[in-house]
């Protein structure tokens, strides 16, 4: 295939994909408008149709996903994490809320899909913002659902973890509420998946994304830990699950490894 033939093929196959995953985008919208208008958009309604357009999105942008060990039925799910795609990948394995960073809000119809869906967004630029939503957080995790938390507080490279902040932990040690770790990475055999699929920096959304779309595909890998943890102190909690995160890290590594090796042969 020469250069030139390579590049069309490359913004076709952006072409496709940004005009499936707009449908997506759009169909899950309305879904939600719909349930708020008929009074039905409680929060079993709200994870549900948001795992069910993530799943559909994940099959339209070519998104190989592999889940390893099974999502904790209820609880605080802790995680690293890497790009805007995390949302999507967690939400495909199983019904779950999130607490989000409050920028999220403001995406074009991204925004207002995650506020449907439960999102609970906090202003990290605010230190009393983490004990404003922790009633949120409280009532997600009574209810007994899924509330997946990014702990480093921010996306970045996969290099390694960042530092665990505690605050957040604070709703699952106040209901002796279950935590679970997880870990999540990406790999693609026709890039980078460092700086073409996570998403950080100074990095900006729509070129991103539109780069992304054209990789063959992302394989993404989300591994939960079979252990589940409860606290009597948020410093603890955070430590502990730092750690636990980690170990999955570790164990992901070797294949990791084995893939990118693949990719620079081929």
Same mark, same amino acid.
């Given at each position: 295939?020469?250069?030139?033939?390579?590049?069309?093929?490359?913004?076709?196959?952006?072409?496709?994909?940004?005009?499936?995953?707009?449908?997506?985008?759009?169909?899950?919208?309305?879904?939600?408008?719909?349930?708020?208008?008929?009074?039905?958009?409680?929060?079993?309604?709200?994870?549900?149709?948001?795992?069910?357009?993530?799943?559909?999105?994940?099959?339209?942008?070519?998104?190989?996903?592999?889940?390893?060990?099974?999502?904790?039925?209820?609880?605080?799910?802790?995680?690293?994490?890497?790009?805007?795609?995390?949302?999507?990948?967690?939400? %495909?394995? =199983?019904?779950? @809320?999130? +607490?989000?960073?409050?920028? !999220?809000?403001?995406?074009?119809?991204? /925004?207002?899909? $995650? &506020?449907?869906?439960?999102?609970?967004?906090?202003?990290?630029?605010?230190?009393?913002?983490?004990?404003?939503?922790?009633?949120?957080?409280?009532?997600?995790?009574?209810?007994?659902?899924?509330?997946?938390?990014?702990?480093?507080?921010?996306?970045?490279?996969?290099?390694?973890?960042?530092?665990?902040?505690?605050?957040?932990?604070?709703? %699952?040690? =106040?209901?002796? @509420?279950? +935590?679970?770790?997880?870990? !999540?990475?990406?790999?693609?055999?026709? /890039?980078?998946? $460092? &700086?073409?699929?996570?998403?950080?920096?100074?990095?900006?959304?729509?070129?991103?994304?539109?780069?992304?779309?054209?990789?063959?595909?992302?394989?993404?890998?989300?591994?939960?830990?079979?252990?589940?943890?409860?606290?009597?102190?948020?410093?603890?909690?955070?430590?502990?699950?730092?750690?636990?995160?980690?170990?999955?890290?570790?164990?992901?590594?070797?294949?990791? @490894?084995?893939?990118?090796?693949?990719? !620079?042969?081929?």
């Amino acid at each position: 295939m020469t250069q030139q033939a390579g590049k069309i093929r490359k913004l076709a196959r952006a072409a496709v994909r940004s005009t499936a995953l707009a449908g997506c985008v759009i169909a899950c919208l309305a879904e939600y408008l719909t349930a708020a208008s008929l009074r039905r958009l409680n929060a079993a309604n709200r994870t549900r149709i948001l795992e069910k357009w993530s799943w559909r999105v994940v099959r339209r942008i070519n998104m190989q996903l592999t889940v390893t060990g099974s999502p904790p039925g209820q609880g605080l799910i802790v995680s690293n994490h890497l790009s805007y795609l995390d949302i999507l990948v967690f939400s %495909a394995a =199983a019904s779950c @809320a999130f +607490v989000a960073k409050s920028e !999220l809000r403001s995406w074009p119809v991204v /925004g207002r899909i $995650a &506020t449907l869906g439960g999102t609970v967004f906090i202003d990290r630029t605010r230190r009393v913002a983490t004990q404003a939503i922790q009633p949120e957080m409280e009532a997600a995790l009574s209810a007994g659902h899924r509330l997946v938390l990014f702990p480093e507080g921010t996306s970045h490279d996969g290099s390694r973890l960042l530092r665990f902040h505690s605050s957040l932990f604070e709703p %699952a040690v =106040a209901l002796q @509420a279950p +935590v679970t770790a997880a870990f !999540l990475t990406y790999s693609i055999t026709d /890039g980078d998946a $460092a &700086t073409q699929v996570c998403y950080w920096g100074e990095m900006t959304l729509l070129p991103h994304l539109m780069k992304l779309l054209t990789k063959e595909s992302v394989r993404a890998t989300l591994m939960f830990s079979p252990e589940v943890f409860y606290f009597a102190d948020r410093k603890e909690a955070a430590r502990v699950m730092q750690q636990q995160v980690e170990r999955l890290r570790q164990a992901q590594l070797p294949a990791t @490894a084995e893939l990118t090796a693949r990719s !620079l042969v081929q």
